[in-house]
């Protein structure tokens, strides 16, 4: 946990398109799995939710996030397109319910489901939501059976998952890679031409550290699967992470000032970077103002 005055914040959370919310409007039965074949058995699924990814060992499978709970059939459904064989294991990148909504199903069907050890915490003690609404604590099965602090692997036949634990869109963060396929599953730290999505738990510094951690770990030719845009390369990420730090450098100049978060909104400090920005579901300066709030 980080020692944010969340009191302050929760204002600002209600001005982000928080995507569980969505969900309410989605119909699912008109949604379809698109499968997309990154090499090396190692797949990406994309259909309602964050982004999933999985890779496919000699005696089962490794699955990264799970979506909405509605997905839960046609994730399977995809899955037995490119192999017969059961998901064994299934890692979540952070706890919003777009990437664990799956969870309580796949649960119940005896896969394994591993995560940091804050993410077991957030889903069994919820925090409120946008509405300021406690939501329900997730069920015994939807909980990691296996939790980590810091990192750990997770593996199937022939295949590994490298877990690492950084704190940048929550305090919840995973990223996972797959060496032998060159993959790399960051959730929702970011994207190309994308804001900072700084939720409960997050921050700027811990956005930056953590993707200069899994860039750390990138090469030229690493497939990057962001939560919610299209498979993206190192570079892509060097340049989203060379934006945050603009943001960060822009906004702390303001409040080393003595600027109050008002007058830093109204200063238009990033002005010119919405002009890259290719999203729709999240306005600068509400971007200005978590950026604010979450600076040491
Ligand atoms: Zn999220």
């Known amino acids: 946990m980080r020692n944010f005055a969340w009191t302050a914040a929760v204002a600002t959370i209600a001005l982000f398109a928080v995507n569980a919310d969505a969900a309410q409007q989605v119909d699912f039965s008109k949604v379809e799995v698109k499968t997309t074949d990154l090499g090396n058995k190692t797949y990406m699924l994309e259909g309602q939710g964050g982004n999933v990814t999985i890779t496919v060992g000699t005696d089962g499978v490794i699955m990264v996030d799970s979506q909405f709970a509605p997905m839960h059939d046609k994730l399977k459904a995809a899955i037995a397109k490119v192999t017969n064989l059961p998901v064994k294991y299934l890692i979540n990148t952070h706890y919003h319910g777009d990437h664990t909504g799956g969870n309580e199903a796949f649960g119940k069907e005896g896969v394994i ?92 510094d811990g956005t930056i550290a953590g993707t200069q951690t899994y860039l750390n770990m990138a090469n030229a030719q690493t497939k990057i699967v962001p939560g919610h845009a299209p498979v993206s390369t190192k570079a892509d990420f060097q340049a989203y992470h060379d934006m945050l730090v603009k943001i960060r450098d822009r906004v702390a100049k303001l409040k080393s000032d003595g600027k109050t978060e008002e007058q830093a909104v109204a200063a238009k400090p990033i002005a010119d970077i919405e002009a890259q920005i290719k999203q729709t579901d999240m306005a600068t300066d509400a971007v200005v103002r978590r950026v604010y709030a979450t600076l040491k």
């Open 113 to 204: 489901i591993v995560g940091h050890q804050n993410l077991k915490n957030r889903l069994a003690n919820p925090p409120p939501g946008n509405n300021g609404q406690v939501p329900p604590a997730s069920p015994a099965e939807a909980l990691p059976k296996q939790v980590y602090t810091d990192k750990t692997t997770v593996s199937v036949g022939g295949r590994t998952a490298q877990v690492v634990h950084i704190e940048a869109h929550t305090d919840t963060d995973s990223v996972v890679y797959f060496p032998d396929a060159n993959v790399l599953a960051v959730g929702d730290t970011g994207g190309p031409n994308r804001y900072p999505n700084i939720a409960l738990g997050g921050s700027i």
